[in-house]
């Protein structure tokens, strides 16, 4: 089923895809919010540049973009898989509690802020380019993966990495890690059980966007965790 959403209030048209199921195409996409929100059972491919929350609260549906996508994509989605065929704005993945979302390109700030996981439940977050700042800020769960693709021995992430992250784990490709990071977060070499944990998720991305395994793994990753020997709790006690 096609959709032409050329002038489309994005109401009119959420509730066109509502009413489908199945494989939906849609062309013409001007800045339309809420694309796909709570879907499941749906495949959806957008022509175009999707608005802001798309895919947002996600349930099991698949939403491929062939451009760009704007701020708040797969805001609190449950399941299914997102696929940027190029770069995100701000707060991509923000509290998402499950699925996947694929970014090509770059991503803007506070990508995978308050991600999260419940018992199976493990969210994953990979962007091929650069981040923005307050990557993985508050993160409680999830894996978040940074590639860095195409830009050299630049640094990969921006400011305040991992501020207030308090679970899961953010892998970070860079032989060399020169962002200032907070005492609360424990920095270490990825080890062989560590890139085992991401390897579905690698090879998936090479598969999406046509990379190689041995591409990616050219350089070392570091992993960012929480430190548990320095808890936040100590920037609050008084002595």
């Known amino acids: 089923m096609k959709i032409d959403c ?26 339309q919010r809420f694309i796909g929100a709570g879907a499941s059972g749906k495949r959806l ?27 708040a994509t797969g805001d609190t989605m449950n399941a299914g898989r997102i696929v940027i065929n190029g770069s995100c704005g701000d707060a991509v993945g923000y509290a998402m509690r499950g699925g996947e979302i694929y ?34 800020e508050y993160q409680a769960g999830g894996l978040i993966i940074a590639l860095g693709l195409g830009y050299g021995d630049r640094e990969v992430l921006d400011n305040f990495c991992a501020t207030g992250m308090h679970g899961g784990k953010i892998f ?19 080890g062989a059980r560590d890139l085992a944990l991401i390897a579905p998720h690698i090879r998936e991305f090479c598969t999406l966007f046509g990379k ?9 990753f570091k992993v960012l965790s929480p430190n548990s020997s320095n808890p936040y709790h100590q920037l609050y006690v008084q002595n």
Do not use: W
């Open 103 to 136: 970014v090509r390109g770059n991503v803007g700030y506070r990508a995978g802020i308050h991600m999260k996981s419940y018992e199976d439940k493990v969210p994953v977050l990979v962007i091929g380019g650069r981040c923005g700042s307050f990557l993985g």
């Open 6 to 31: 050329s002038g489309k209030n994005y109401d009119i048209l959420n509730q066109e895809i509502a009413g489908l199921e199945g494989d939906i195409a849609l062309i013409n996409c001007c800045g």
């Open 172 to 190: 970070i490709r860079a032989n060399t890690l020169h962002a200032r990071i907070s005492p609360q977060i424990s920095v270490r070499d990825a």
């Open 212 to 220: 190689t395994e041995p591409e990616i793994y050219e350089k070392s």
């Open 45 to 71: 491919t957008i022509s175009g540049v999707p608005g802001n929350a798309l895919g947002a609260y996600l349930d099991g549906a698949e939403i491929s973009v062939l451009g760009n996508a704007q701020d």
